[in-house]
């Protein structure tokens, strides 16, 4: 009898025990209201604004370490200063460890209470399981997703390499430098973008990454200082990028469209859906260009007439030098499909500022007739063209473009297009 309750007892036990620890383990696991109110004191706005004060972006970032925080280095970009916001309350912030090749960087906020968040495990991340995304979308604060961990991406290094998250927890303009988070509150990545194709294709920085964030940063900072002076750049604040590196798919050249005889001004934006090849497709096809700059193909001519009177390949040409000339004679490809009969005359070079950083440029004049097309015929009668345009090696593109048509007494063209800024 004492024999049978001997061996009873290690098998209650062991039930007690199991169910304990399944309990335990669905403890953990946080309805979504108490993740919430649990980490969105974490998460705060980012507002950065240029030299002038005036707002340029919105995004998220979330608490690490007391006084520090994360957000995307893309949410900095072009910034003269920032901040950080939540509801009613704001703070000054400066950066501290920038790391742009991984889009993270941290900042640090003078007397700032608010807590850090737990970071989840190394590794522990799943496919499958259920995650949070906390942000401020389109400038909603604290605006909270659910969704999947839907694939592990890149880790090229093998398994134990740290690997981009993806996930259908949703991600809008606002959400970069947010938070992605597991079941229990923990932090699995920083939300960086999204798929610009739709779908539930959006992707977060592993948590892995902030560990390394001060080593890069030095890494990153000593060799900008070993680079040859003279080159231009984009700021991001407290480190400098350079302003020529090569586009990347999401990025914009974004123009302003100027009416010389109204004054009025209007936003023009190519922005760079893919890359093919040696070709960049700009606005869903609406522009082609080569890698180096020359024009494919214009068939949404959003520049004006930039656009409409393009000769092909572009008002530029490659290898151009002070002195150089050329005569054009084309039939414009885009727009009303006029005939162009151009003098082309190369000037020296000047200075010119894009989004605060000076370029050398060369000043390319253009002169001569514009004849209404048909077919393959055009009419005898032309009417007057002229035109000039500012062009950066460095860029490989055209940063001011101005031109003026006479078509009579009553009708004319006059407007200019003017490179403001490369959106990264």
């Known amino acids: 009898m004492s024999g049978l309750r001997m061996r009873a007892w290690p098998l209650r036990a062991a039930s007690a025990f199991l169910g304990l620890a399944l309990a335990a383990g669905t403890a953990a696991a946080l309805e979504p209201d108490a993740l919430f109110n649990k980490v969105s004191g974490s998460v705060w ?19 690490i370490a007391p006084g520090r925080l994360v957000t995307n280095c893309h949410v900095l970009a072009k910034a003269s200063s920032f901040v950080v916001k939540q509801d009613n309350v704001t703070f000054g ?39 949070y995304a906390i942000g401020n979308p389109r400038g909603l604060e604290n605006t909270l997703s659910e969704g999947l961990l839907s694939g592990l991406r890149g880790g090229g290094g093998g398994e134990s390499e740290a690997r981009l998250l993806q996930t259908t927890a949703a ?27 739709g779908g539930s294709l959006n992707f977060a920085m592993p948590v ?60 023009v934006v190519y922005r760079l859906d893919k890359v093919n090849g040696d070709e960049l497709s700009f606005n869903m096809g609406g522009r082609i260009e080569k890698a180096g700059g ?27 030098q002070p002195g150089m000339r050329w005569h054009l004679d084309y039939i414009a490809a885009s727009g ?55 062009y950066s090696p460095e860029l490989g593109r055209i940063v001011r473009f101005e031109g003026e048509h006479r078509r009579g007494n009553s009708s004319a063209t006059n407007e200019a297009l003017e490179l403001v800024r490369i959106q990264r």
Not at 45 to 63: C, I, K, N, Y
Not at 107 to 113: L, P
């Open 208 to 267: 892995e990454f902030l560990a390394e964030l001060p080593m890069r940063a030095k890494a990153m900072l000593e060799a900008r200082a070993r680079e040859p002076g003279g080159s231009s750049v984009r700021r991001v604040p407290g480190v400098e990028v350079p302003l020529n590196e090569p586009l990347r798919p999401g990025d914009a050249l974004e123009y302003v469209r100027i009416d010389k005889l109204t004054g009025n001004r209007s936003p």
């Open 294 to 320: 020359e024009v494919v193909s214009v068939t949404s001519p959003a520049g004006g007439m930039f656009d409409t009177s393009s000769p092909p390949g572009g008002w530029a040409r490659k290898g151009m």
């Open 171 to 197: 991600i809008s303009p606002g959400s970069s430098g947010g938070g992605l988070f597991d079941s229990e509150g923990r932090l699995l990545g920083i939300t960086s973008f999204a798929a610009r194709d």
């Open 45 to 63: 706005s980012v507002r950065t604004f240029d030299a002038q004060e005036r707002p340029l972006r919105a995004g998220s970032a979330v608490v």
């Open 93 to 131: 912030a400066t950066l501290e460890f920038p790391d742009p090749a991984r889009d993270l960087c941290q900042i640090k906020v003078a007397n700032f209470t608010a807590p850090p968040v737990v970071l989840a495990p190394a590794g522990s991340a799943r496919v499958g399981q259920r995650v």
């Open 336 to 390: 009303d499909r006029l005939r162009h009969e151009l003098d082309v005359t190369v000037g020296g070079e000047r200075p010119f500022r894009v989004g605060g950083v000076e370029l050398n440029v060369l000043r390319i004049g253009y002169e001569g007739w514009i004849y209404a097309s048909y077919g393959t015929g055009a009419s005898l009668v032309g009417t007057r063209f002229v035109g000039s345009a500012l």
